[in-house]
Antibody, heavy 122, light 107 residues
């Protein structure tokens, strides 16, 4: 069974930093592209970042570029999102999501974790 | 950036009725479009990929159609568990984008 479990969420002050982790199990993690998607309270979904299976290609939304860093450790079946210079508008539930396999493409998202809440507030 | 516009924002229907949800892209995405269902307090679930292909385990009452800029998600006969918010998402161009969502509520 595919499982994705986020951790590391919490309350942080504006300008602060936080690192989210996503532990993957039940599939060949090292073969899959992975993603972070967020959802502000009461709002819609926003793609944040994607990383290919071997970390060769990394993509960011303009809203987080230069502040967030996505990474992965295939030996540990883990995905990470380091978030720096956090803003109030970064407050959201952050989901880890697996890309459906599509040759030559990041794909859409076929499995999702339950999410980690990040609250940025003074 | 490709903007996806979903309509209507809210759809009020009764169980057993047919639901038709629309997603329009600001430029062509070919058939690189997916649909997701999200219930309160839950993560989204992939329903349809590549505009018209049901994801694994998705009931046949869900169907998708369209290409280019205009897409439709149809639920042929609403079950009680289908009342939720539905999002479309394109993977044709970076950045990946989602529509604003359509809430299907019980009338």
């Amino acid at each position: 069974e595919v499982q994705l479990m986020e951790s590391g969420g919490g309350l942080v002050k504006p300008g602060g930093s936080l690192t989210l982790s996503c532990a993957a199990s039940g599939f060949a993690f090292s073969s899959c592209n992975m993603n972070w998607v967020r959802q502000a309270p009461g709002k819609g979904l926003e793609w944040v970042s994607s990383i290919t299976s071997s970390s060769s290609y990394i993509y960011y939304a303009n809203s987080v570029k230069g502040r967030f860093t996505i990474s992965r450790d295939n030996a540990k079946n883990s995905l990470y999102l380091q978030m720096n210079s956090l803003r109030v508008e970064d407050t959201a539930v952050y989901y880890c999501a697996r890309s459906r396999f599509v040759p030559g493409s990041i794909g859409d998202f076929d499995y999702w974790g339950q999410g980690a809440l990040v609250t940025v507030s003074s | 950036e490709i903007v996806l516009t979903q309509s209507p924002a809210t759809l009020s229907l009764s169980p057993g009725e047919r639901a038709t949800l629309s997603c329009r892209a600001s430029q062509t995405v070919s058939t690189n479009l997916a649909w997701y269902q999200q219930k309160p307090g839950q993560a989204p679930r992939l329903l349809i990929h590549d505009a018209s292909n049901r994801a694994t385990g998705i009931p046949a009452r869900f169907s998708g159609s369209g290409s280019g800029t205009d897409f439709t998600l149809t639920i042929s006969s609403l079950e009680p568990e289908d009342f939720a918010v539905y999002y479309c998402q394109q993977r044709s161009n970076w950045p990946l984008t989602f529509g604003g969502g359509t809430k299907v509520e019980i009338k």
